[in-house]
């Protein structure tokens, strides 16, 4: 690996994100969606807790008053969902429009290993989706100012969803790397990326020994602890491994376009 040839495939990437409305568009519409979420969210909140001061008894059945169960953790579930729907947007053209325009043949003529190229792609389309991630944070901010939530299930919620989001990017980039066509490329990475978060739900069909394994590879379930505020390295581990696995099978990938 070469740090100069990753950091200029990096740039370039980066410069190809912003120079289009790609980038804009999807921020855009991430943080309208998920400011939208957060607002209900805390307006429901808002009201219970007003009703729970004539009627205690509401708050303690339903335990509404504790804002980090009631506000910040659907808003980790909901920006993670959205944040699902939003990745595929970012990497289906990453390779794929190098495919169509022909330029993937002179790109991998040049003098920089396969491993620079998939890591600086995906270093530029993650620093896009942290981006995006960095700017919801002040929907906590305006928590911490208002109210009085607990500040590490905040932190580790964040960084479970850097992982999650760390893993959507390696999948995407693998969907990308498989076909020319950019539509085809984000069905390809939908597809994937809710199998793996639609099979957590099989867990109560299948016997307990195949429910915990599909439990573990659900890729959603892994959050949960962390947005409750348990840093379990079980989790970090399941994030690096799906990574490592979907970046490789990128590499497999390209390396078969050599041989074509």
Known sequence: MNIRSVGLIYQRELKSYFSSLTAYVVIIMFLLITGYFFYTLLATFSIVSFQAQTDPMLAKQYQLLNINETVVRPLFGSISIIMLLM??????????????????????????????ITLGKYLACFTVLMTMLLLTATYPALLIILGDPEIKPILTGYLGLVFMGAAFVALGIFASSLTENQIVSASISFGMLFFFWLISYSVQLVSAGLGKFLGYLSINTHIDSLSKGVLDSEDIIYYLCFIVM???LTLRSLEANRWR
């Not at 990745?87 to 290993?113: D, H, Q, V, Y």
């Open 246 to 248: 979907f970046l490789f």
């Open 87 to 116: 990745t595929p947007l970012l990497t289906m053209r990453l390779f794929a429009e190098e495919k169509k325009s022909g330029t993937i043949e002179l790109l991998l003529t040049f003098p920089i290993n396969d491993i620079d």
